[in-house]
C-alpha cells in the first residue's frame, strides 16, 4: 500500500517536469516537424537558459527580468546555429553540435562553476519543487500562453512563409520566400523556447548544472512524438497538436516515474529512452519497406520458395 | 521585357565532365510575346530558364527583366518578377499546406511578410473566383492539403499561384511532362487562357514539337548550349514539324536526336 502512495504521491512532480520539458518539447516541434531541421544545439540551449536564470536571480535580479534574459540568450544561441547552417553551409546536425559545444564552454563562463543552487527559501523564484500545486498551475499558465502566441504566429504571414520552407524551399523560393532566414528564424524561435525551459527547470529543482542538457535533444523528440502519436489522429488543429506536445513531455515524465517506482535502475533511463525514441523513428520506414507486401504477393512469394526448394530436392535426389 | 545578352555557362569546368550549357546565348522579348522554346536533350532549355529563375549565377552575361538588372539577384528576390511551373508537379507548391495557404503566399510573392493575418476573409472569396475558373471543382476544397491533390490539379493550382500576382515574365520548364495527355492538354489549355487574359509575357519549354508549334506567337529552337532557330509571327504559324525538322538538320549539321521530342 505504501508503494502506490509513493507513487501517487511522486505524480506533481512528474507532472511539473513534463510541463517544463514540455515547453522545450514545443521548441523542438518547430525545427523538427514545421522546419524539418534536426537541431541539436537544444543540448546546450537548455543549459544556457538554466545558467544565465541561476546567475542572475541569485545575484539579486528580478527572476522575471532573469527569465527574459534567458531566453534571449536562449535565442542568440539558435541564431549561431543559423549562422552556422545558412551563411557558412554547413549541415544542420554539424552546426547544432558545434554551438552545442561551444556552448558548454560558454555556459560554464556564465555560471563560473559546475553547478549553482538557488535557494527558493530565500529567493523569489516563479515556480520551485518545494510548493507543487503552485508550480503546475504556473507552467500550465506558461504552456499555454507559449501555444497561443505560437499559434497566432503561425496564422500570420510571416509565420505560413516560415512553413512553406519547411515544406518546399524549391515553392518558397520561387514564392519570394528567403529561405535562409526563415530558418534562422525558427532556430531563434526554438532555442528561445528551449532556454525558457532550462530557466523554469533551474528554478523548480532548485540549481543549474553545467551537464544539466545533456540527451535534451532526446527527451524533447520523445516528447513530440509521444504527442503526435496521441494528437496526431485527433486533429489537424495547430493549437491541439502543440498541447499534444506539451503533454507528450507529461505523459513521459509519468511513464518516467512508473518505471523508476517498478524499481528500474534509474541510470538506465537515458539509454531506454534513447531506444524507444530509436523505434518510433525507424517505425515509418520500417512498416513501408517491411511490411507493404500485400496478400497476394506474400502468396506468390510463398510459391515461389517452395518451388525453389522443391527443385533443390528434385537435384539433390538425382545426384 | 526580358533581355539575356551573352549568357554563358559551362558546369565542372576543368574537369572531365566539362560541359557547356550555354553558349552566348542572346535573346530579346517584347512584352506580351509567349515563347515555346524546344530543342533534345541537354540542348540548354531548361538551364536558360534557370539562368533567368537565378538557380545559379552565369559565368558572364547579364539578365535583364524589365529594365532591372536581375543577374546577381538571389532567387528569392528575383521572384518579385517571376512566376514559375516546374515539370515535378510536387515542386511547384508546399504538400504540407492547405490549397489556400498556397495561394496566400503566392499572393504576397515579392511582398515583404508581415505580422498580418496570412489569409483575410475578402482573399478567400477572391480565391474561390479563381478556383473556379479554372474548372476543376477546386472552389470547394480551400482546406485540403496539396499533397492530396492530382498532379495535374496541383500544376493547373501552380499556374494560378505563378500568375496570379502578374509576373513580369512567366517560366514554364516542361509543366506538362510529367502528367498523363488529357490533364497535359487541360493543363495546356488552362496556360493558354491565362497568359491570354493577363496579357502575360512567356517562355514555356516543351519536349513536345506539336505543342511548341500550336502555342504562343514565336519559337525558338536549342542545340548545344544555342540558340538555332528563332521563328515568329506568320512564319511561325506556317510551321510543321517537317519543316521544323528540316530546318534543324539545315541549322544544326544534324538529325533531329529526340525520339521524345517527335513522338510526344
Not at chain 2, 76 to 101: I, N
Request: aromatic share 8%; with cysteine; glycine share 10%.
Amino acid at each position: 500500500m505504501n508503494f502506490i502512495v509513493s507513487l501517487f504521491k511522486s505524480m506533481p512532480g512528474a507532472i511539473s517536469l513534463g510541463l517544463i520539458w514540455g515547453i522545450m518539447a514545443i521548441g523542438v516541434y518547430i525545427t523538427y516537424k514545421i522546419l524539418d531541421v534536426a537541431d541539436l544545439t537544444v543540448d546546450g540551449s537548455i543549459c544556457t537558459g538554466a545558467c544565465v536564470c541561476a546567475i542572475l536571480v541569485s545575484s539579486g535580479v528580478n527572476v522575471w527580468v532573469a527569465l527574459f534574459l534567458a531566453v534571449v540568450a536562449g535565442m542568440l544561441t539558435g541564431l549561431i546555429t543559423g549562422f552556422f547552417h545558412t551563411v557558412l553551409g554547413i549541415p544542420a546536425i554539424l552546426s547544432g553540435i558545434l554551438t552545442q559545444l561551444m556552448l558548454w564552454s560558454i555556459n560554464l563562463k556564465i555560471l563560473g562553476r559546475a553547478n549553482l543552487g538557488i535557494n527558493a527559501r530565500n529567493i523569489k523564484v516563479i515556480v520551485t519543487q518545494l510548493d507543487k500545486s503552485k508550480a503546475i498551475m504556473a507552467l500550465v499558465g506558461f504552456v499555454a500562453v507559449v501555444i497561443l502566441v505560437l499559434y497566432l504566429f503561425f496564422g500570420t504571414e510571416l509565420g505560413c512563409s516560415l512553413r512553406a520552407t519547411g515544406c518546399n524551399q524549391k515553392m518558397s523560393n520561387a514564392q519570394g520566400i528567403n529561405n535562409k532566414f526563415n530558418k534562422i528564424l525558427g532556430l531563434i524561435i526554438s532555442n528561445g523556447l528551449v532556454a525558457l525551459s532550462g530557466a523554469l527547470l533551474a528554478q523548480y529543482q532548485g540549481f543549474a548544472d553545467i551537464n544539466m542538457g545533456r540527451g535534451a535533444i532526446v527527451i524533447g523528440l520523445a516528447a513530440v512524438i509521444i504527442g503526435d502519436a496521441i494528437f496526431g489522429h485527433i486533429s489537424i488543429n495547430f493549437g491541439v497538436r502543440l498541447a499534444g506536445v506539451a503533454l507528450g513531455g507529461v505523459i513521459y515524465y509519468v511513464v518516467y516515474q512508473i518505471v523508476v517506482w517498478l524499481g528500474l535502475d534509474p541510470e538506465l533511463l537515458k539509454m531506454l529512452s534513447a531506444i524507444v525514441v530509436a523505434i518510433f523513428l525507424a517505425i515509418p520506414y520500417v512498416k513501408s519497406s517491411y511490411f507493404s507486401y500485400t496478400p497476394q504477393f506474400k502468396a506468390e512469394r510463398k510459391a515461389r520458395r517452395f518451388a525453389a526448394r522443391a527443385t533443390k530436392k528434385a537435384k539433390g535426389g538425382n545426384e | 521585357m526580358l533581355e539575356l545578352r551573352h549568357i554563358t555557362k559551362t558546369f565542372n569546368a576543368g574537369t572531365v565532365n566539362e560541359k557547356v550549357a550555354l553558349n552566348d546565348i542572346c535573346l530579346k522579348l517584347e512584352e506580351g510575346d509567349f515563347v515555346t522554346i524546344i530543342g533534345g536533350n541537354g540542348a540548354g532549355k531548361s538551364t536558360m530558364l534557370n539562368a533567368i529563375a537565378g538557380a545559379w549565377l552565369p559565368d558572364c552575361g547579364s539578365i535583364i527583366v524589365d529594365g532591372v538588372d536581375v543577374t546577381d539577384m538571389p532567387e528569392y528576390k528575383r521572384a518579385k518578377f517571376l512566376g514559375s511551373v516546374f515539370q515535378d508537379p510536387r515542386m511547384g507548391t508546399a504538400t504540407d499546406m492547405w490549397l489556400e495557404e498556397n495561394l496566400a503566399i503566392a499572393k504576397r510573392r515579392g511582398e515583404r511578410r508581415t505580422l498580418r493575418w496570412a489569409i483575410t476573409r475578402k482573399e478567400r472569396e477572391e480565391y474561390q473566383e479563381l478556383l473556379k475558373q479554372l474548372d476543376l471543382g477546386l472552389e470547394h476544397r480551400l482546406t485540403t492539403k496539396m499533397g492530396l491533390l492530382s498532379g495535374g490539379q496541383r500544376q493547373a493550382v501552380t499556374l494560378l499561384m505563378a500568375t496570379m500576382r502578374k509576373p513580369k515574365l512567366l517560366l514554364l520548364d516542361e509543366h506538362t511532362a510529367a502528367l498523363d495527355p488529357k490533364t497535359a492538354a487541360k493543363v495546356l489549355e488552362i496556360t493558354d487562357k491565362l497568359i491570354t487574359e493577363n496579357n502575360l509575357t512567356a517562355l514555356m519549354v516543351t519536349h513536345n514539337m506539336k505543342d511548341a508549334i500550336a502555342h504562343g506567337n514565336r519559337l525558338i529552337m536549342m542545340n548545344a548550349g544555342k540558340i538555332i532557330i528563332d521563328v515568329s509571327g506568320e512564319e511561325k504559324k506556317k510551321l510543321t514539324v517537317e519543316t521544323l525538322l528540316d530546318a534543324f538538320s539545315k541549322a544544326s549539321g544534324a538529325e533531329f536526336a529526340s525520339d521524345r521530342a517527335l513522338l510526344g
